[in-house]
């Protein structure tokens, strides 16, 4: 077909992995994502998020230009996409690169070989994510790599995940994955792997990755679509227009466009309604792409011209080559400076296509943080507008200062003016701070400065200077124009740079409301100081010879050559460096204790895995959403919904009255009471759950739910208790039932009165943690026949869920069936919290008698679901002046939240981690406290890491009273074999208390003392940058569950097991299968090998298997292995009389024959067997240490983590690949605990930091740069299953060494003030907040550090 006729036929046209789609209308407003997800078999492409926040949507988008007959490909996140800009493109997706049938791609085996997926549901956008990165690299004109590899370096592969999320592996894995692409990897530095062995040369090595071959890479772009490809859709059949032209464009927004009231939207990328959720349908869409002169970026004597649909990633690519060019001009530095901040705005799957005209609008109109506006600001840019008037040209600044751009204005582009003065210098210099280094981080403070200086007198003249802030809390970016005046014709010298910053913090002042406003200004002064510092000492600048015949400089070349020693440090950009894992197995029960990969790795990296969501929907299924109260105790009189396009669909609402009769109003079980599943006619918190809307579509119930208007009652309602103190006061408690009461230790007042010291009523508090599971919470109800239902669940308890399903629907326990194949992430929030959603799910689906899905969007899931406890912790505690703890008490006041969950296992679970330090005599008053707040649950660790956290407090406090080394005071409390047992009850056997020994190693291996030694040298030396370094040991009472398991041999000697655990990325099923083999081999150990792969595990399902329980605790693995065990047993023995038999008839018998001979002689083939753990050796201790070096940088309150090394007891690790995965997970997972998540509520109680934005949990970018870890294996322990330790949770503990090791690089730049005088406070008596998030960290050093330090130098100066 001709091209015109394909645009007169003006089909939507596209293909997804090579198959041609055409869709001959379609809504406008319909996300690739959705289309996929919804239209396609491809699910690979994962709704985590919904906002571009999480990478786990990111497919891979090829163009083709036939003008330069050229493809061009790039990832974006599919979730923001709209279908019709993606006309004539084409779309991979990860299954597209390779799958079970086809043969995976090499990267989907290197990400399973490296051990880099466990729940997966991150891992298919991290391999598109990487694969665009692979595409691209191949195109450039770098040298050829070495066979197998490709063009990409080391960095630029880890540089392609930066902006993806993932919850389990904690990244190191991964980016070792994607780095054995790399052409420049040392091989030697690839983590632990199942390709190859310890002792292979590198060649043997290289020889052993699934081969990548470049020259066969597939084609990203089908032949057919180049012959197809149109950009103009038939505007009759799409309400979506593509000028392509500034006149087309013009007429058509003068057009009948927008007569009787239709709305229309300007569209570039798409990627604003991650921030700005659509709850509105436009009639049109005006996509802005095709207008060549919106697309332009060019630069000429005068500057640099962008057009406003240039995507940031196009800029970046310009700005770098540009900066290449030129050496020396203003030209150079501005597009240097520019590219390097542009690369931290947002991801590389954003920025590809997200426009910086878009970005901009949103900055002036919406009053968007951005950095564009800032940068522009801060580089004098001018704008080019097209308005109903005509065109108009203007100041970027003029612009801001308008009123907010009204619908028809179109931006056009934006122009950066060079300078051009000969006998000045000039200096531009770019800020930003972000709770991640690397972007996918909105900055708290950015900024741009430029100024022009010149040689005088002695010093450094000031001619000019433009000094733009933006983010802070502002409604758009803003220059600070009483410091430039100040400063402008000023000769710098400490002084004028001390008055300056005065000015500073008071034009940088975030609006009310603002999170963290005092960090926000002092971030800004920072940022003054430090470009200007370096200007105050001429001579340094001189000798530096920087300020001689150089016409342009940056501050940071300046920095780095000044030799005072100040701002040495420059930028570190750098990921992980290193990683090293040395695991010691055991063969004593092989293949029980080999690193096998985990079971579907590759699978799950291709996208097939089947998650609840991707079950496609039967037909005439309808979508649920969950409306829940924002007030936390209120009566609700009514549910509205808002008359709205977008929730046409909406069928019905569902809430308490819905439940049939005989049934009950029960969401979830917990340990005792049933928690409701709607609020009644009282909302109790806010997150309760008041309704579920259910729509046709799961967009149009969103909508519905979000728009939904609440009718409110608070009249005579008591004030809700929000906090601790508020329950205490009303006596607001649950119950802790007496055989979960903690055991008290000794004496306190004996062991108070042999103190030399004490500390009376300290104080801690600890706030919560969300989840972040990748796969929020989800279910799918099908009505069966005869009142029957099946319950697909994301579920860590489907017996319980389907417990609770009849029980609210009044039906017996046989009419209902809940399947859990595998779930995206658990962490504990998917417990008890899971059922609500699945009840819900069926009720609804009960009612309406359809199919009924609910997939909890991540807002709603964030404010509704609850997490760890907060607490209030106030303690004493008496100690000798040796350091030795004589007593402690505490008393511990817990925030549950509204219902009982699993609450009451908390006081337990915190003083048993407690209990890892000898305290002499221990005594504790803990309670319970039920508030107004969402329910808090079980979360990874629960109380666990509370209560490990609370002793390093104590400790650390005990060591700044008495200026001791906080690791000296540990040492001093650690416990012997004997007092372990006084505080664990004689749990532990003789030679099972490994602890001490792996201190010691620690210290070795780490080259502890040596680096504290370095550490202190390094401190002396650096004003801004300041390390620490901490060691902490843990102790974790792990306690075993019965558990089911049945194993079923087929025909052809096939194996199915079902265990009661749930798969959730812990490597269950791996373990288990193992220990099939294992078990089954005993028959004939030579089979064991052969047997694993003939293993299958299958989803769990609460009519087959009974009994399943919970899979928390960390210990359902070797649970659910030693019930499997049970079973092979059985079938063992019945078996292995019939292999004599053989054997001694034909010599010789393998396992497929027995099998047949067995089915013909009817011995029964499966067994089933319910494992309960012996009385007294359920509970068993878990023993770790780690050691954190951190680098805080004082100007930005920055924590840098340069070295964790960790030493973890495993037993006999039944899959030590499986094992160093779940210690490296919560490790990071425990890194975001104490330093990067910043879980916020409002005056309700109603959590705010409810979506990617806001809550930030570690990137590749924020776990230790240098990452050691080491499984070791302390040999037998006679009562755990084949000697095996747990590792889910007890490694999270560990992260507390990041904490500590920050505290104490703030206690040396506190340290420091004192030497200048400048500390009111005591050193080290300063108590660091959890998280501790870059303010925080500032906070501590002193938000005037910087003042403090000029006043120092003012006050030597003038002695
Ligand atoms: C996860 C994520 C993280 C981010 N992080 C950052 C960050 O750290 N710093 C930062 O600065 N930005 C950040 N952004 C914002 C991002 O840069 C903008 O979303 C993007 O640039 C908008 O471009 P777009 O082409 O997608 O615009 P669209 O979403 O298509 O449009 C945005 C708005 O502008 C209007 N519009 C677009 N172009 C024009 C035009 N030429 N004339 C008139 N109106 C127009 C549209 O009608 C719409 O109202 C982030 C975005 C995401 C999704
Ligand atoms: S789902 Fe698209 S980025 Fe999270
Ligand atoms: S494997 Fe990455 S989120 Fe689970």
């Given at each position: 077909m001709?091209m015109?006729?394909i645009?007169?036929?003006?089909?939507?046209v596209f293909a997804v992995n090579g198959e041609k789609?055409?869709?001959?209308?379609?809504?406008?407003?319909?996300?690739?994502?959705?289309?996929?997800?919804?239209?396609?078999?491809?699910?690979?492409?994962?709704?985590?998020?919904?906002?571009?926040?999480?990478?786990?949507?990111?497919?891979?988008?090829s163009k083709y230009d036939p003008?330069?007959k050229k493809v061009?490909d790039?990832?974006?996140?599919?979730?923001?996409?709209?279908?019709?800009?993606?006309?004539g493109c084409s779309?991979t997706?990860?299954?597209?690169?390779?799958?079970?049938?086809?043969?995976?791609?090499?990267?989907?085996?290197?990400?399973?070989?490296?051990?880099?997926?466990?729940?997966?549901?991150?891992?298919?956008?991290?391999?598109?994510?990487?694969?665009?990165?692979?595409?691209?690299?191949?195109?450039?004109?770098?040298?050829?790599?070495?066979?197998?590899?490709?063009?990409?370096?080391?960095?630029?592969?880890?540089?392609?995940?930066?902006?993806?999320?993932?919850?389990?592996?904690?990244?190191?894995?991964?980016?070792?994955?994607?780095?054995?692409?790399?052409?420049?990897?040392?091989?030697?530095?690839?983590?632990?792997?199942?390709?190859?062995?310890?002792?292979?040369?590198?060649?043997?090595?290289?020889?052993?990755?699934?081969?990548?071959?470049?020259?066969?890479n597939f084609s990203t772009y089908p032949e057919f679509l180049k012959s197809e490809s149109?950009?103009?859709?038939?505007?009759?059949?799409?309400?979506?227009?593509?000028?392509?032209?500034?006149?087309?464009?013009?007429?058509?927004?003068?057009?009948?466009?927008?007569?009787?009231?239709?709305?229309?939207?300007?569209?570039?990328?798409?990627?604003?309604?991650?921030?700005?959720?659509?709850?509105?349908?436009?009639?049109?869409?005006?996509?802005?792409?095709?207008?060549?002169?919106?697309?332009?970026?060019?630069?000429?004597?005068?500057?640099?011209?962008?057009?406003?649909?240039?995507?940031?990633?196009?800029?970046?690519?310009?700005?770098?080559?540009?900066?290449?060019?030129?050496?020396?001009?203003?030209?150079?530095?501005?597009?240097?400076?520019?590219?390097?901040?542009?690369?931290?705005?947002?991801?590389?799957?954003?920025?590809?296509?997200?426009?910086?005209?878009?970005?901009?609008?949103?900055?002036?109109?919406?009053?968007?943080?951005?950095?564009?506006?800032?940068?522009?600001?801060?580089?004098?840019?001018?704008?080019?507008?097209?308005?109903?008037?005509?065109?108009?040209?203007?100041?970027?600044?003029?612009?801001?200062?308008?009123?907010?751009?009204?619908?028809?204005?179109?931006?056009?582009?934006?122009?950066?003016?060079?300078?051009?003065?000969?006998?000045?210098?000039?200096?531009?210099?770019?800020?930003?701070?972000?709770?991640?280094?690397?972007?996918?981080?909105?900055?708290?403070?950015?900024?741009?400065?430029?100024?022009?200086?010149?040689?005088?007198?002695?010093?450094?003249?000031?001619?000019?200077?433009?000094?733009?802030?933006?983010?802070?809390?502002?409604?758009?970016?803003?220059?600070?124009?009483?410091?430039?005046?100040?400063?402008?014709?000023?000769?710098?010298?400490?002084?004028?740079?001390?008055?300056?910053?005065?000015?500073?913090?008071?034009?940088?002042?975030?609006?009310?409301?603002?999170?963290?406003?005092?960090?926000?200004?002092?971030?800004?002064?920072?940022?003054?100081?430090?470009?200007?510092?370096?200007?105050?000492?001429?001579?340094?600048?001189?000798?530096?010879?920087?300020?001689?015949?150089?016409?342009?400089?940056?501050?940071?070349?300046?920095?780095?050559?000044?030799?005072?020693?100040?701002?040495?440090?420059?930028?570190?950009?750098?990921?992980?460096?290193?990683?090293?894992?040395?695991?010691?197995?055991?063969?004593?029960?092989?293949?029980?204790?080999?690193?096998?990969?985990?079971?579907?790795?590759?699978?799950?990296?291709?996208?097939?895995?089947?998650?609840?969501?991707?079950?496609?929907?039967?037909?005439?299924?309808?979508?649920?959403?969950?409306?829940?109260?924002?007030?936390?105790?209120?009566?609700?009189?009514?549910?509205?919904?808002?008359?709205?396009?977008?929730?046409?669909?909406?069928?019905?609402?569902?809430?308490?009255?819905?439940?049939?009769?005989?049934?009950?109003?029960?969401?979830?079980?917990?340990?005792?009471?049933?928690?409701?599943?709607?609020?009644?006619?009282?909302?109790?918190?806010?997150?309760?759950?008041?309704?579920?809307?259910?729509?046709?579509?799961?967009?149009?119930?969103?909508?519905?739910?979000?728009?939904?208007?609440?009718?409110?009652?608070?009249?005579?309602?008591?004030?809700?208790?929000?906090?601790?103190?508020?329950?205490?006061?009303?006596?607001?408690?649950?119950?802790?039932?007496?055989?979960?009461?903690?055991?008290?230790?000794?004496?306190?007042?004996?062991?108070?009165?042999?103190?030399?010291?004490?500390?009376?009523?300290?104080?801690?508090?600890?706030?919560?943690?969300?989840?972040?599971?990748?796969?929020?919470?989800?279910?799918?109800?099908?009505?069966?026949?005869?009142?029957?239902?099946?319950?697909?669940?994301?579920?860590?308890?489907?017996?319980?869920?389907?417990?609770?399903?009849?029980?609210?629907?009044?039906?017996?326990?046989?009419?209902?069936?809940?399947?859990?194949?595998?779930?995206?992430?658990?962490?504990?929030?998917?417990?008890?919290?899971?059922?609500?959603?699945?009840?819900?799910?069926?009720?609804?689906?009960?009612?309406?008698?359809?199919?009924?899905?609910?997939?909890?969007?991540?807002?709603?899931?964030?404010?509704?679901?609850?997490?760890?406890?907060?607490?209030?912790?106030?303690?004493?505690?008496?100690?000798?002046?040796?350091?030795?703890?004589?007593?402690?008490?505490?008393?511990?006041?817990?925030?549950?939240?509204?219902?009982?969950?699993?609450?009451?296992?908390?006081?337990?679970?915190?003083?048993?981690?407690?209990?890892?330090?000898?305290?002499?005599?221990?005594?504790?008053?803990?309670?319970?406290?039920?508030?107004?707040?969402?329910?808090?649950?079980?979360?990874?660790?629960?109380?666990?890491?509370?209560?490990?956290?609370?002793?390093?407090?104590?400790?650390?406090?005990?060591?700044?009273?008495?200026?001791?080394?906080?690791?000296?005071?540990?040492?001093?409390?650690?416990?012997?074999?004997?007092?372990?047992?006084?505080?664990?009850?004689?749990?532990?056997?003789?030679?099972?208390?490994?602890?001490?020994?792996?201190?010691?190693?620690?210290?070795?291996?780490?080259?502890?003392?040596?680096?504290?030694?370095?550490?202190?040298?390094?401190?002396?030396?650096?004003?801004?940058?300041?390390?620490?370094?901490?060691?902490?040991?843990?102790?974790?009472?792990?306690?075993?569950?019965?558990?089911?398991?049945?194993?079923?041999?087929?025909?052809?000697?096939?194996?199915?097991?079902?265990?009661?655990?749930?798969?959730?990325?812990?490597?269950?099923?791996?373990?288990?299968?193992?220990?099939?083999?294992?078990?089954?081999?005993?028959?004939?150990?030579?089979?064991?090998?052969?047997?694993?792969?003939?293993?299958?595990?299958?989803?769990?399902?609460?009519?087959?298997?009974?009994?399943?329980?919970?899979?928390?605790?960390?210990?359902?693995?070797?649970?659910?292995?030693?019930?499997?065990?049970?079973?092979?047993?059985?079938?063992?023995?019945?078996?292995?009389?019939?292999?004599?038999?053989?054997?001694?008839?034909?010599?010789?018998?393998?396992?497929?024959?027995?099998?047949?001979?067995?089915?013909?002689?009817?011995?029964?083939?499966?067994?089933?067997?319910?494992?309960?753990?012996?009385?007294?050796?359920?509970?068993?201790?878990?023993?770790?240490?780690?050691?954190?070096?951190?680098?805080?940088?004082?100007?930005?309150?920055?924590?840098?983590?340069?070295?964790?090394?960790?030493?973890?007891?495993?037993?006999?690790?039944?899959?030590?690949?499986?094992?160093?995965?779940?210690?490296?997970?919560?490790?990071?997972?425990?890194?975001?605990?104490?330093?990067?998540?910043?879980?916020?509520?409002?005056?309700?109680?109603?959590?705010?930091?409810?979506?990617?934005?806001?809550?930030?949990?570690?990137?590749?970018?924020?776990?230790?740069?240098?990452?050691?870890?080491?499984?070791?294996?302390?040999?037998?322990?006679?009562?755990?299953?084949?000697?095996?330790?747990?590792?889910?949770?007890?490694?999270?503990?560990?992260?507390?060494?990041?904490?500590?090791?920050?505290?104490?690089?703030?206690?040396?730049?506190?340290?420091?003030?004192?030497?200048?005088?400048?500390?009111?406070?005591?050193?080290?008596?300063?108590?660091?907040?959890?998280?501790?998030?870059?303010?925080?960290?500032?906070?501590?050093?002193?938000?005037?550090?910087?003042?403090?330090?000029?006043?120092?130098?003012?006050?030597?100066?003038?002695?």
């Amino acid at each position: 077909m001709l091209m015109e006729e394909i645009q007169k036929k003006g089909s939507l046209v596209f293909a997804v992995n090579g198959e041609k789609i055409e869709l001959p209308c379609i809504d406008p407003s319909t996300t690739l994502l959705q289309f996929l997800r919804s239209d396609t078999c491809f699910k690979s492409p994962k709704l985590g998020c919904g906002e571009g926040g999480c990478g786990a949507c990111v497919v891979l988008v090829s163009k083709y230009d036939p003008k330069l007959k050229k493809v061009e490909d790039f990832s974006v996140s599919s979730c923001l996409t709209l279908l019709c800009s993606l006309n004539g493109c084409s779309i991979t997706t990860s299954e597209g690169l390779g799958n079970t049938r086809d043969g995976f791609h090499s990267i989907h085996e290197r990400f399973a070989g490296f051990h880099a997926s466990q729940c997966g549901f991150c891992t298919p956008g991290m391999c598109m994510s990487f694969f665009s990165a692979l595409v691209n690299a191949e195109k450039g004109n770098k040298p050829n790599p070495p066979p197998g590899f490709s063009k990409l370096t080391s960095s630029e592969a880890e540089k392609a995940i930066a902006g993806n999320l993932c919850r389990c592996t904690g990244y190191r894995p991964i980016a070792d994955a994607c780095k054995t692409f790399a052409a420049d990897v040392d091989i030697e530095d690839l983590g632990f792997n199942s390709f190859w062995k310890k002792g292979d040369s590198k060649e043997t090595k290289v020889s052993k990755l699934p081969p990548y071959d470049p020259t066969k890479n597939f084609s990203t772009y089908p032949e057919f679509l180049k012959s197809e490809s149109a950009m103009n859709l038939d505007s009759s059949r799409y309400p979506w227009y593509s000028p392509v032209s500034i006149e087309e464009l013009q007429s058509l927004l003068n057009s009948n466009l927008t007569e009787n009231g239709a709305s229309f939207k300007l569209v570039v990328g798409n990627t604003g309604t991650g921030y700005y959720k659509e709850t509105q349908r436009y009639d049109h869409y005006v996509d802005l792409r095709y207008i060549p002169e919106l697309s332009i970026v060019k630069r000429d004597q005068t500057g640099i011209e962008v057009g406003a649909t240039v995507t940031i990633s196009k800029l970046i690519s310009f700005l770098k080559e540009e900066s290449k060019v030129n050496y020396g001009s203003y030209g150079k530095l501005v597009s240097e400076k520019l590219a390097y901040h542009m690369e931290k705005i947002a991801s590389p799957f954003v920025r590809n296509s997200a426009s910086v005209g878009g970005n901009l609008v949103m900055a002036q109109k919406n009053g968007f943080p951005s950095d564009i506006a800032t940068l522009f600001l801060g580089l004098s840019a001018t704008v080019s507008l097209m308005t109903s008037h005509g065109l108009e040209k203007l100041t970027w600044e003029e612009l801001l200062s308008r009123p907010p751009l009204d619908s028809r204005t179109v931006l056009l582009s934006v122009s950066i003016p060079f300078k051009k003065d000969r006998n000045s210098k000039f200096l531009f210099e770019t800020y930003r701070a972000a709770p991640r280094p690397h972007g996918n981080a909105l900055a708290y403070v950015n900024a741009a400065f430029q100024a022009d200086v010149s040689l005088y007198q002695n010093g450094v003249l000031i001619n000019n200077i433009q000094l733009a802030f933006g983010a802070y809390g502002t409604k758009h970016a803003t220059r600070a124009k009483k410091v430039e005046e100040y400063l402008t014709g000023k000769i710098l010298n400490v002084h004028v740079l001390y008055e300056a910053l005065k000015l500073v913090k008071l034009a940088v002042i975030p609006e009310d409301g603002t999170l963290h406003p005092e960090y926000r200004s002092s971030l800004a002064v920072s940022y003054v100081f430090e470009f200007l510092y370096p200007f105050t000492d001429v001579h340094s600048a001189i000798s530096g010879g920087l300020l001689a015949g150089i016409n342009d400089i940056s501050v940071e070349e300046v920095s780095k050559s000044s030799n005072d020693g100040c701002i040495s440090q420059g930028r570190k950009q750098t990921l992980l460096s290193s990683a090293k894992q040395v695991v010691e197995s055991s063969t004593e029960y092989y293949p029980v204790g080999e690193p096998m990969k985990k079971v579907g790795a590759a699978m799950q990296a291709a996208g097939e895995a089947v998650y609840v969501d991707d079950i496609p929907s039967p037909p005439n299924c309808l979508h649920g959403a969950f409306i829940y109260s924002t007030k936390p105790l209120a009566a609700v009189k009514g549910i509205q919904l808002k008359s709205n396009q977008l929730t046409d669909g909406v069928t019905d609402i569902i809430t308490f009255k819905d439940i049939p009769s005989g049934g009950a109003n029960i969401g979830a079980i917990r340990l005792f009471d049933p928690e409701p599943l709607f609020a009644d006619d009282l909302a109790q918190c806010a997150g309760d759950r008041i309704a579920v809307v259910v729509a046709d579509s799961q967009r149009s119930a969103d909508v519905a739910a979000r728009t939904a208007l609440i009718d409110y009652d608070t009249a005579n309602m008591d004030s809700p208790m929000l906090t601790v103190e508020e329950a205490v006061e009303k006596s607001s408690f649950i119950q802790i039932p007496p055989f979960l009461h903690p055991k008290e230790v000794g004496d306190f007042s004996k062991g108070m009165a042999e103190a030399d010291h004490k500390i009376l009523s300290a104080e801690i508090r600890l706030g919560s943690e969300y989840y972040f599971y990748m796969e929020t919470q989800t279910a799918l109800a099908i009505p069966d026949e005869d009142n029957c239902m099946v319950v697909y669940t994301s579920s860590q308890s489907p017996e319980n869920a389907h417990h609770v399903i009849a029980s609210c629907l009044g039906v017996p326990e046989h009419n209902i069936r809940v399947i859990t194949r595998r779930v995206g992430g658990g962490f504990g929030g998917k417990s008890v919290r899971a059922m609500p959603v699945s009840t819900a799910c069926a009720l609804a689906a009960y009612k309406l008698r359809r199919p009924v899905r609910i997939y909890v969007n991540r807002n709603s899931d964030m404010i509704m679901t609850g997490g760890r406890h907060p607490m209030k912790v106030t303690y004493s505690v008496g100690f000798k002046s040796s350091g030795k703890i004589t007593a402690l008490h505490l008393d511990i006041l817990i925030n549950a939240g509204i219902t009982e969950d699993i609450s009451p296992i908390l006081p337990l679970n915190v003083i048993n981690s407690l209990k890892k330090y000898d305290w002499g005599a221990l005594s504790f008053d803990v309670k319970l406290c039920k508030t107004n707040l969402t329910s808090k649950s079980t979360m990874r660790g629960p109380g666990d890491v509370q209560g490990s956290y609370i002793a390093e407090a104590i400790i650390e406090h005990v060591s700044s009273l008495l200026s001791m080394e906080v690791d000296s005071v540990r040492n001093k409390n650690v416990h012997t074999f004997e007092s372990l047992n006084l505080f664990y009850d004689n749990i532990v056997e003789a030679g099972e208390y490994t602890l001490p020994s792996i201190m010691d190693k620690l210290a070795v291996s780490s080259s502890f003392f040596q680096r504290s030694k370095m550490i202190e040298q390094f401190n002396q030396k650096n004003t801004w940058k300041k390390r620490g370094i901490s060691r902490v040991p843990i102790v974790f009472e792990a306690m075993q569950r019965a558990s089911p398991g049945k194993v079923s041999i087929l025909q052809d000697g096939s194996i199915v097991v079902e265990v009661g655990g749930i798969e959730l990325g812990q490597g269950l099923w791996t373990k288990v299968r193992q220990m099939t083999a294992y078990a089954l081999g005993l028959i004939e150990s030579s089979w064991a090998e052969d047997l694993v792969e003939k293993v299958r595990v299958i989803q769990a399902d609460t009519l087959s298997v009974v009994q399943g329980g919970f899979t928390a605790g960390s210990t359902t693995s070797e649970s659910s292995c030693e019930a499997i065990r049970l079973c092979c047993n059985v079938l063992v023995e019945r078996l292995t009389p019939l292999k004599k038999q053989l054997q001694e008839k034909n010599g010789s018998v393998d396992w497929p024959t027995l099998i047949r001979q067995a089915q013909k002689q009817s011995v029964s083939l499966a067994a089933n067997s319910y494992y309960v753990p012996e009385f007294g050796s359920g509970s068993y201790l878990n023993f770790g240490a780690a050691v954190s070096e951190v680098e805080i940088d004082i100007l930005t309150g920055e924590t840098t983590i340069l070295q964790s090394d960790i030493i973890y007891d495993c037993g006999q690790s039944l899959n030590p690949a499986v094992d160093m995965g779940q210690i490296e997970g919560a490790f990071v997972q425990g890194i975001g605990f104490f330093m990067n998540e910043e879980y916020l509520t409002n005056k309700d109680g109603l959590m705010v930091s409810n979506s990617t934005w806001t809550y930030k949990i570690p990137t590749i970018d924020t776990i230790p740069q240098n990452f050691n870890v080491h499984v070791v294996n302390s040999g037998h322990h006679k009562k755990r299953v084949l000697s095996s330790k747990t590792s889910g949770e007890p490694p999270l503990l560990l992260a507390a060494s990041v904490h500590c090791a920050t505290r104490a690089a703030i206690k040396a730049a506190r340290e420091q003030l004192k030497l200048w005088d400048k500390l009111d406070a005591s050193v080290s008596e300063f108590y660091l907040d959890v998280p501790a998030i870059l303010p925080v960290v500032k906070t501590q050093c002193g938000l005037d550090y910087v003042e403090k330090f000029l006043e120092t130098l003012l006050a030597q100066k003038s002695n």
